[in-house]
C-alpha cells in the first residue's frame, strides 16, 4: 500500500500546478550547504507543469536546474529556470533566467573533518544574472554586481542567514510594443517609422537600449527540520537614476522623474520522499513599477508544484 501511495501523491503534485515562477532563490537545502565536500559538485533540479494566470489560462512547463561546486576557498553556484508555453502562439510567457555567483574566500577547512569545509560569516559575492522575458518586454537584462554578504548562525542547527548587500550594473534591452503592436510597427512605411523612432527614442526594431546602477540587498533564510526544508528570499534593488531618464517626456513614459525599487520575494519548500527525490512547492512576487512599457504589469506572483531531484 505504501508504493501506490507515494505514486500517486507524485502524481496529484505533478500536475496540480497553476502558475509560472523565476527568481533567485537557491534549491541547495541547508543541510547541503552545511556539509559541503572540496572539489565535488552538487546538483538539484525541478520540473511542473503549470497553468499560467498572467493574462489567460494556459498550460506551460517550468524547468529549473542549479549546480554548486565547492573548492578549498571559494564556492561557485549556477542557477537556471525557464518557463515554455506550447499553447501560445506568440510565446508571450515564454522567460528564462541564469546566474552565475561565487562566494570568494567563502570556505576553511574543518579542523576535525579535513574533507569537510567550513563557511566564514563574512565573504565577497560578486555575481552575474541574465534575463529574457517575453511578458514583460525584456529582450535582454543583464546584471553585473557585487555583494557582501554576512553570515549568522543560529545556536540552533536548523537555521542559517545570509544578509547580503552591494551594487549591480544594469544592461537591459526592452521591447516597447506589444508582439501584436510590433508586427504592425515593423511594416510601416520608413519614413513614419523613422518618426515614431525619434518621438519614443528607440530603434528600428522598436527596442529600447538602457543602463543604470542599482544598490542591491537581499536576505537569503534556510531551516530545515526533515523531512521538509525551507529556503526563503527577499531581495531590494534601488536605482541610482530613474529608468526614464533622458527619454521624451511623454505620457507613453509614465513615471519620467521617479525611482521606484525592485522588490521581489521567493520561498520554496520541499518535501523529502526518498535520498535524492523531493517534493517541491514554490511561491514568487516581484513588484516593479519602474517598467518602461506600458503593457507590462508593475506586479507579478507565481505558485508552482513539482518534483525536485538532487545529486
Excluded at 526533515?226 to 505620457?251: A, W
Excluded at 521567493?266 to 512547492?281: D, V
Amino acid at each position: 500500500m505504501r508504493k501506490p501511495s507515494i505514486l500517486l501523491l507524485l502524481i496529484l503534485c505533478w500536475y496540480t500546478s497553476q502558475l509560472p515562477l523565476a527568481a533567485q532563490v537557491s534549491q541547495f537545502k541547508k543541510s547541503v550547504l552545511d556539509s559541503l565536500e572540496q572539489n565535488r559538485v552538487y546538483g538539484v533540479g525541478g520540473l511542473s507543469f503549470l497553468l499560467n494566470q498572467d493574462s489567460k489560462a494556459e498550460l506551460f512547463a517550468l524547468a529549473d536546474a542549479s549546480f554548486l561546486y565547492a573548492t578549498r576557498k571559494h564556492t561557485i553556484e549556477w542557477l537556471s529556470s525557464l518557463n515554455y508555453n506550447s499553447t501560445d502562439e506568440i510565446s508571450s510567457t515564454n522567460r528564462f533566467y541564469s546566474m552565475i555567483r561565487t562566494g570568494l574566500f567563502r570556505n576553511v577547512h574543518d579542523a576535525n573533518n579535513p574533507l569537510l569545509l567550513k563557511k566564514k560569516r563574512v565573504f565577497a559575492e560578486p555575481f552575474v544574472f541574465f534575463q529574457w522575458d517575453e511578458n514583460r518586454g525584456i529582450a535582454q537584462r543583464w546584471q553585473f554586481g557585487l555583494n557582501a554578504v554576512y553570515a549568522f548562525r543560529s545556536e540552533s542547527s536548523r537555521v542559517k542567514w545570509n544578509i547580503g548587500a552591494g551594487l549591480v550594473y544594469e544592461k537591459e534591452d526592452w521591447r516597447v510594443f506589444s508582439r501584436e503592436k510590433q508586427q504592425a510597427f515593423d511594416t510601416l512605411p520608413p519614413a513614419f517609422k523613422q518618426l515614431i523612432q525619434q518621438i519614443l527614442g528607440i530603434d528600428s526594431r522598436g527596442h529600447l537600449l538602457r543602463d543604470n546602477w542599482r544598490m542591491n540587498f537581499y536576505s537569503n533564510w534556510f531551516y530545515e527540520s526533515k523531512p521538509f526544508s525551507v529556503n526563503l528570499f527577499v531581495g531590494l534593488q534601488q536605482p541610482f537614476r530613474t529608468p526614464f531618464e533622458g527619454l521624451p517626456d511623454i505620457p507613453f513614459y509614465p513615471f519620467p522623474k521617479k525611482k521606484f525599487p525592485r522588490v521581489t520575494a521567493e520561498i520554496s519548500l520541499t518535501y523529502k520522499i526518498s535520498r535524492y527525490m523531493s517534493l517541491l512547492t514554490r511561491y514568487y512576487m516581484q513588484v516593479d513599477k519602474g517598467q518602461l512599457t506600458q503593457f507590462v504589469p508593475d506586479f507579478v506572483y507565481s505558485f508552482s508544484q513539482g518534483i525536485a531531484v538532487a545529486f
